[in-house]
């Protein structure tokens, strides 16, 4: 069974740049057909997609955060990581990272999630 762990810093300041880690661990983040997500839920409000890198190393990301987001990978450790840049007080959130066929919306697997407060 596929489990997954995010891991950072709980602190970032307004315009620097959020980086956070998940790692797999029960199966390859390089394994078809399988996409590798970043989500987030600020407080109060609901579930948010961020964008995804897939089994093949393309990436997806959402809309509204593109200009701002970057996900990668490092297969030799199974990781796949989210930067943020130019992050501001509404980017605080709990970070959530998941699993998903690259062809559906649901998620079988999820991370235990990280909050991220933005503040100076």
């Known amino acids: 069974q596929v489990q997954l762990q995010e891991s950072g810093p709980g602190l970032v300041k307004p315009s620097q740049t959020l980086s956070l880690t998940c790692t797999v661990s029960?199966?390859?983040?390089?394994?078809?057909?399988?996409?590798w997500s970043w989500i987030r839920q600020p407080p109060g409000k609901g579930l948010e997609w961020i964008g995804y890198i897939a089994y093949s190393g393309s990436t997806r990301y959402s809309s509204s955060l593109k200009s701002r987001t970057s996900i990668s990978r490092d297969t030799s450790k199974n990781q796949f990581t989210l930067q943020l840049t130019s992050v501001i007080t509404e980017d605080t959130a709990v970070y959530y990272c998941?699993?998903?066929?690259?062809?559906?919306?649901?998620?079988?697997?999820w991370g235990q999630g990280t909050q991220v407060t933005v503040s100076s």
């Open positions: 029960g199966g390859s983040i390089t394994t078809a057909y399988y996409a």
């Open positions: 998941a699993r998903s066929v690259v062809a559906g919306p649901h998620f079988d697997s």
